[in-house]
């Protein structure tokens, strides 16, 4: 069947219907309309484990594992694997919700075999890989995984100081894997429209400057999750706003203004690098809220980068043309504006309509997402002859 041929087709689809989900739960709840099934689950930590460990664990799932094949020449996951790591993702997230029927140790039993999962399928594939970088994505996953087992046993021990460490670990899980990942796919996608164009080449690869951004960005998750000094947290945040901008400076992305398909991840990158100097800010000045660049990252850094990677995925393994549908494009408005309105909401206290409007603005990017693809999903790819790869 069409939707098991391809990791980003089941995972997208859930991932993006269970953005829209969380968006009307979480919100209800926090408004105090409802409560939720979560048991002694404070609200916020149910709320920062199913953002990153349900939703956007469907989400890197589905780009990782669609990604490889291509990039590094690994055996595309699909069939009765492909199957298994959904169920376990479907099986993660009920016990999740289920929590307050479910004796106590079961939910974060259960919630914990994905990533797990995903390691044992691709590290025997990585291991036999030509560029040896990919392995890097290994700790990662595991990083990963031992992120949410810190956040379980932190619930499960009412240590909300633990849980929510392994949330933030988490964060910086990701945030390695997008400078990683998306360093690699931004400047690529970024030359094959610059030169389609006629605007000029891709940016050659600087080993030197990828391995720095890599050490300042691990250096930064270092003091951050061991609780350093704020001085010593800052200065990385800063040196890791440095970096980032040098890196896509060198990428050209604002010859491409007219490409949204691939100037919406340049927009990400420049969200990265604000949510690094917010950072700073705060740490070393107190200027800001240290929550500020959590938000700037979360929905505009990563929300900006998913749906471009998104829609190009689902277009491009679906045989069809590279082009951003305009529905997407009013999307990446609404992502955008939702990121704004957050951070004012964070660093100047507007209240809490500002914040349920900018849920409201994310949640409806991923609701629109689904409502556009769903069906492209579930169908069969076309023929791919004659479809641009560069827009």
């Known amino acids: 069947m ?6 980003f ?30 048991g002694a689950v404070p609200l916020r930590l149910w709320h ?38 959904v169920l376990l993702w479907l099986a993660g ?56 087992a810190a956040c379980h046993f932190g619930i499960l021990a009412v240590h909300v100081p633990l849980a929510e460490l392994g949330l933030r670990g988490a964060v910086h899980a990701i945030i390695l894997l997008y400078v990683l990942k998306g360093g690699v796919l931004t400047p690529v996608f970024t030359g094959n429209a610059l030169r389609e164009r006629g605007r000029g080449e891709q940016a050659p690869f600087d080993f030197k400057l990828e391995m720095l951004a890599v050490a300042v960005v691990l250096l930064f998750a270092a003091t951050d999750l061991a609780g350093a000094p704020p001085s010593w947290s800052g200065l990385a945040a800063l040196a890791c706003a440095g970096v980032q901008a040098v890196r896509t400076a060198r990428w050209k992305g604002w010859r491409l203004t007219d490409v949204p398909l691939v100037f919406v991840m340049h927009l990400g ?6 949510a690094f100097l917010l ?20 929905v505009g850094s990563l929300g900006m980068m998913m749906l471009g990677l998104m829609t ?27 990121a704004l309105i957050r951070l004012a909401a964070t660093v100047h206290g507007l209240g809490a ?36 790869r560069a827009g």
């Open 269 to 274: 990158f420049a969200w990265l690098i604000f």
């Open 9 to 38: 087709r089941p995972f997208y689809f859930l991932g993006t219907l269970y953005a829209a989900l969380l968006t009307a739960a979480w919100l209800g709840a926090w408004l105090g309309h409802w409560t939720l099934p979560a």
């Open 93 to 148: 997230r009920f016990a999740f919700w289920a929590a307050h029927w479910l004796p106590a140790p079961a939910p974060a039993i259960v919630d914990l075999l994905l990533f797990p999962a995903v390691f044992l399928m691709v590290a025997p594939q990585l291991w036999r890989a030509t560029n040896r970088l990919f392995l890097l994505l290994l700790p990662i996953l595991l990083a990963l995984a031992a992120a949410n």
């Open 279 to 298: 950072k700073a800010a705060a740490d070393l000045a107190g200027l800001v809220p240290d929550a500020a660049w959590l938000h700037a990252f979360t």
């Open 2 to 7: 069409p939707l098991l041929t391809s990791a």
């Open 312 to 338: 190009r995925v689902a277009l491009r393994h679906t045989g069809r043309a590279l082009v951003m549908p305009g529905s997407m494009k009013f999307a990446c408005v609404m992502m955008f504006a939702a």
């Open 48 to 85: 920062g484990h199913e953002m990153l460990f349900g939703f956007s664990a469907a989400i890197v799932v589905g780009i990782v594992l669609t990604a490889l094949p291509s990039w590094a020449g690994t055996e595309e996951i699909r069939g009765g694997r492909l199957a298994l790591l």
């Open 353 to 388: 309509w500002a914040a349920a409007l900018a849920a409201v603005l994310w949640g409806l990017t991923f609701l629109l997402y689904f409502a556009v693809f769903a069906a492209i999903l579930l169908r069969p790819s076309l023929s791919r002859d004659g479809v641009s």
